[in-house]
């Protein structure tokens, strides 16, 4: 970059102005080079917000409002009181059901690979309860989508009365009440700058060890799991299920069997991901989903909501005035 300015410098000061004037006119040339290059120079929000991979999460609350989830990156404090409360109290809840299934263990991490280690680990462990006919909770994921490494953790996993391997998703509410239909519709160690020779931490090893394993670098762990899933011959998931709670007393609400269409979900997620890799605009909601900026700590200050506004009324003068 300092290079590039230096040049431009020199070469401005070496020319009169009228030259200067007829080189910027040239630039705006009908190619639009200046508009190609300034596109080029706008950083992508994946970098913008130092994000080495993306949080299923992060994706869900794209998939709500995209533009909102942008303004939580940027202006981080102004997020609701109740909806961290709304968050402890969900936390709350998976923390009770996966305590139903298994024991949770405390192990202390040193280095990032720690604690992806901890994840692979986990996933090790499941394989064998899975293959034995069993349930398991918290379910770590995770791959690559359109050049972006994506992770996150099924709530549970589990096999349905026909036999079928069945995902189940557990939604917490904070009204006693099943949602609008509206609301329902919402490579490793490169990606990760993960060290494969890095040496696991000395409680890392010993949690390893107790689960009958000798592996001493993080690389061998991640072989190790690779080759695991690769042989475990687990089925493909067949069905997903929501089970929705309520937060209050944890009372089951209600539960919904959902179709999964690969190829729908695929198409959603590849809009998704060519806003983190830069490809457009960030967007806010479509008209129909409107609703959602009444319950947005947003809603005074975002420009998609006001562009809509405005666009709406000039519609409408335009209907008038015909
Ligand atoms: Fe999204 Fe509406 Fe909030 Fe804007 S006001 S961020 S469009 S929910």
Same mark, same amino acid.
């Given at each position: ?95 009770? !059901? +996966? *305590?139903?299934?298994?024991? /949770? $263990?405390? @192990? ?6 720690? %604690? ?26 995770? !791959? +690559? *989508?359109?050049?972006?490494? /994506? $992770?996150? @953790? ?6 349905? %009365? ?36 890095? @040496? ?63 190829k729908n979900v695929m198409e959603h997620l590849k809009f998704c991901l060519s806003y983190w890799k830069g490809q457009r605009e960030v967007r806010g909601v479509d008209i129909e989903e409107a609703w959602k900026c009444s319950h947005c700590s947003f809603s005074n200050v975002c420009e998609w909501r006001t562009k809509k506004s405005e666009d709406a009324l000039v519609k409408c003068h335009t209907k008038k005035a015909k």
């Amino acid at each position: 970059n300092s290079h590039g300015l230096c040049t431009n410098e020199v070469g401005t000061s070496a020319l009169n102005q009228e030259e200067v004037k007829k080189s910027i006119g040239k630039l705006k040339d009908p190619g639009g080079i200046l508009q190609r290059k300034r596109k080029q120079v706008v950083q992508k929000p994946l970098d913008k917000f130092r994000m080495k991979y993306l949080w299923v999460t992060n994706l869900c609350s794209q998939t709500w409002c995209e533009q909102q989830m942008v303004y939580e990156f940027e202006f981080p404090g102004v997020e609701k009181q109740e909806k961290t409360e709304a968050m402890n109290a969900g936390a709350s809840i998976h923390l009770a !059901r +996966e *305590l139903e299934v298994h024991d /949770v $263990v405390s @192990v202390s991490t040193q280095t990032r690979e720690d %604690s992806w280690a901890i994840k692979f680990l986990n996933v090790l462990a499941m394989i064998p309860v899975l293959q034995s006919g069993g349930h398991v909770r918290e379910f770590p994921v995770f !791959r +690559e *989508l359109d050049g972006i490494f /994506v $992770v996150g @953790v099924i709530d549970e996993l589990g096999y349905s %009365s026909k036999g079928e391997l069945e995902l189940r998703e557990l939604k917490t509410r904070t009204t006693p009440s099943l949602p609008r239909s509206s609301q329902k519709s919402s490579h490793t160690f490169q990606h990760l700058q993960l060290r494969l020779d890095q @040496v696991l931490g000395v409680q890392v090893k010993e949690h390893i060890e107790r689960a009958g394993l000798t592996v001493s670098t993080f690389g061998d762990l991640l072989e190790l799991t690779c080759l695991n899933l690769a042989f475990s011959e687990l089925p493909v998931i067949d069905c997903i299920k929501l089970e929705y709670c309520y937060q209050a007393d944890g009372t089951l609400l209600g539960c919904e069997t959902v179709t999964f269409d690969e190829k729908n979900v695929m198409e959603h997620l590849k809009f998704c991901l060519s806003y983190w890799k830069g490809q457009r605009e960030v967007r806010g909601v479509d008209i129909e989903e409107a609703w959602k900026c009444s319950h947005c700590s947003f809603s005074n200050v975002c420009e998609w909501r006001t562009k809509k506004s405005e666009d709406a009324l000039v519609k409408c003068h335009t209907k008038k005035a015909k």
